[in-house]
């Protein structure tokens, strides 16, 4: 149920400010968050004076699509070693860096799945006038 205390605006634009993220983020493809960071923060720099709750949604989007290419970020860090590994090894390392490789694919298809999903529950919950908190986001930019 919608709250009482958000306009039928306020709850369009917090829901653009997810919905934006989303969009420019799958444009420019999903590991590259800083898209849809720039999304939402375009909705945060226009609206954060306006209404209290589009300034809390375009902070939770922010955060999250930063905390997404964080993530991303780290599994390819951790994807470049397990490749240099197994060259350091001549080759013989892939007994272990292949099942951590596929392990590392798995996460990123988690780290996709959870952002696409969590995105629409985020779009949802703001056209709905409900707050939304990203599962696993950091809270980087207060």
């Not at 149920?1 to 934006?20: G, N």
């Not at 209404?51 to 970020?73: D, G, K, P």
Request: with cysteine.
């Amino acid at each position: 149920m919608p709250s009482s205390v958000t306009t039928p605006s306020e709850r369009q634009w917090a829901a653009m400010a997810h919905l934006a993220a989303l969009v420019l983020a799958l444009c420019t493809s999903w590991i590259a968050g800083v898209a849809g960071v720039l999304g939402a923060g375009i909705v945060y720099l226009v609206k954060r004076d306006e209404s209290a709750f589009i300034a809390t949604h375009a902070r939770e989007a922010m955060n999250f699509n930063l905390s997404m290419f964080i993530y991303a970020c780290v599994a390819t860090a951790i994807g470049i070693a397990l490749v240099g590994a197994t060259v350091l090894t001549l080759g013989l390392g892939v007994i272990l860096t292949l099942p951590a490789g596929l392990l590392l694919l798995a996460v990123y298809v988690l780290i996709a799945i959870v952002w696409l999903v969590c995105s629409v529950v985020a779009v949802v919950r703001a056209w709905n006038g409900r707050d939304y908190r990203y599962p696993l986001s950091l809270r980087l930019i207060g």
